[in-house]
């Protein structure tokens, strides 16, 4: 299986990096596009260098480059991941935009019926957002916003970002063990 990553400028880079990280452990090649936004809240945010973001993925682009094989629909993924999801990226999708790899990538997935999940990481939440979402959602994506459950009783910030990580897994059909389900 083959999927892409894609880390936008939202804070909540760990949600991406996570992903990362469980999908380098599994048989699952990865395409990871980091926005320039991205670079600097991973620095901000986390404990990782980009550079270290870098090694967890099988493949990584720059967001401008339009000539790597997830921005065409005749390669084969099976889907995409954006965790986190910014506005700015959201509305991007929404309109149909490409002026980034990563919403480029996104806009293949729409088009070839291929599985978008984006997980927005925004609150409160206007008007526009929410339209935009739903937009999104009527055209195929899967939104997941960034909400952890607390059912599972998470003792650390690590549950919680594995609780997310392990339900955007779930929705891409990759089985997984990495948070207590419900039950």
């Keep these: 299986m083959e999927i892409v990553i894609g880390i936008s400028g939202a804070s909540g880079s760990m949600y991406g990096i996570r992903l990362l990280e ?14 320039r936004a991205a670079r600097q809240i991973i620095e901000i945010e986390t404990g990782y260098s980009v550079v270290e973001v870098e090694d967890l993925a099988t493949h990584v682009y720059s967001e401008g480059e339009f000539t790597s094989p997830v921005a065409s629909g005749s390669y084969r993924f099976a889907g995409m991941v954006v965790a986190p999801c910014s506005m700015k990226t959201l509305g991007e ?8 790899l990563l919403g480029r990538a996104a806009d293949v997935c729409l088009k070839e019926r291929r599985k978008l999940i984006l997980m927005p990481r925004e609150t409160p939440l206007n008007q526009i957002h929410l339209e935009n979402m739903l937009k999104l959602e009527r055209a195929g ?17 690590d549950d919680l970002v594995n609780a997310m990580a392990g339900r955007a897994l779930d929705l891409m059909g990759i089985d997984n063990e990495v948070y207590s389900r419900w039950g």
């Design 93 to 100: 999708i929404a309109g149909g935009m490409s002026d980034n």
């Design 141 to 157: 994506a899967i939104i997941l916003p960034a909400c952890p459950g607390f059912y599972s009783r998470p003792k650390t910030i």
């Design 22 to 35: 469980i999908l380098s452990n599994m048989d699952v090649v990865t395409h990871l596009v980091i926005t």
